[in-house]
């Protein structure tokens, strides 16, 4: 067990698979010589040289275009889209393109594409680059979306997309980059679509994902001294997402708080609160609590981000209406 930060373990990650398999190749805006915006891809350019580390012109529907099209010829593309919100100008080849080639092919191609891309606020980088936007891909059948919150998963879930048959979009946190965390690269492979518990406890459930969960946790720490036992649920995945382990959860609290940095509205949380209100609603003692950002563009003064992101007195605040 070792001590490694975000950034760097998701480096690992793309050597490790690059090493063992020939067909994976990386691709997008200033990752070789420039190394990447966060320095995620730092030394794959020298050590695997031009033809499997390219870097493209500022075009997100030419990198992930070509990305699809070297997918369906053999080949295990990684692009990296610098900031989730121009992946708006990636839509077609993501939405109508990879995640219907497996389908409008009869099941005779598959996609075996990654999207890495970065979301989220905290470095005051303003309206245009700091959304979060992982729920309108999660609305597209076809697609898989993962979320890390910590390192070792980071990790973990990049290799699993890597070797996953189909078009898996990677979320990263930005602010996430330069927090370390215990790793061991020789853990046993994760699965898409599996969540984990990262604190238990017995009278509310707060679930969440990516860099949230901290939040979550400092939040769940604040309350244990208070005598509320919160129980923390990291998502990892958002499509598909874990049902057994929140139900599983909100079945043993009763209770259901989910907090995400997106906008509240028609996000992750109220997909997952309709189904809980479908499927466990009597389980419920209370009605299940959102917690998101405001419905309004990310600021970009330092004051005002800070209020806009969902931090943890926003989480303390659900949980109490939740307990109430």
């Known amino acids: ?67 699809v099209g070297a997918a369906m010829t053999g080949l295990k593309p990684v692009a990296e889209i610098m900031f989730m919100d121009f992946i708006t100008l990636a839509m077609d080849a993501l939405v109508n393109q990879a995640s219907k080639a497996r389908f409008m092919f009869g099941g005779q191609c598959s996609i075996p594409l990654v999207v890495r891309t970065t979301h989220g606020g905290g470095l005051n980088a303003g309206p245009q680059h700091s959304q979060c936007l992982e729920a309108w891909l999660a609305h597209v059948p076809g697609l898989k979306v993962v979320c890390p919150s910590n390192p070792s998963d980071a990790y973990h879930l990049l290799k699993a997309a890597i070797a996953d048959p189909d078009p898996v979009v990677f979320v990263e946190n930005k602010t996430l980059y330069a927090v370390s965390g215990d790793f061991n690269p020789g853990d046993p492979p994760q699965q898409i679509g599996r969540a984990r518990i990262a604190r238990a406890g017995d009278d509310v459930t707060i679930v969440s994902y990516g860099a949230a969960v901290g939040t979550a946790l400092s939040a769940a720490q604040t309350l244990q001294g208070e005598g509320i036992s919160a129980e923390v649920v990291d998502l990892r995945s958002l499509q598909p997402w874990d049902e057994e382990a929140v139900f599983g959860s909100v079945k043993r609290t009763h209770r259901l708080v989910i907090v995400h940095e997106a906008v509240r509205s028609f996000g992750v949380g109220a997909e997952i609160a309709a189904r809980v209100a479908e499927d466990a609603f009597d389980e419920l003692d209370a009605p299940v609590v959102r917690v998101g950002a405001p419905f309004m563009p990310v600021p970009f003064a330092k004051s005002l981000e800070k209020q806009y992101i969902p931090d943890a007195a926003a989480v303390l605040a659900g949980v109490r209406k939740a307990l109430s």
Do not use: Y
């Not at 990752?31 to 995620?40: D, P």
């Not at 031009?50 to 493209?56: A, Q």
């Open 1 to 67: 067990m070792a001590e490694i930060r975000f950034g760097k373990a998701v480096t690992q990650a793309l050597v490790e698979c690059m090493e063992n398999d020939s067909s994976v190749i990386v691709l997008g805006e200033d990752i070789g010589h420039g190394e990447g915006s966060f320095k995620v891809t730092r030394g794959l350019l020298k050590k695997f040289g031009p033809e499997r580390v390219l870097d493209t012109p500022i075009s997100e529907a030419a990198i992930v275009g070509a990305a």
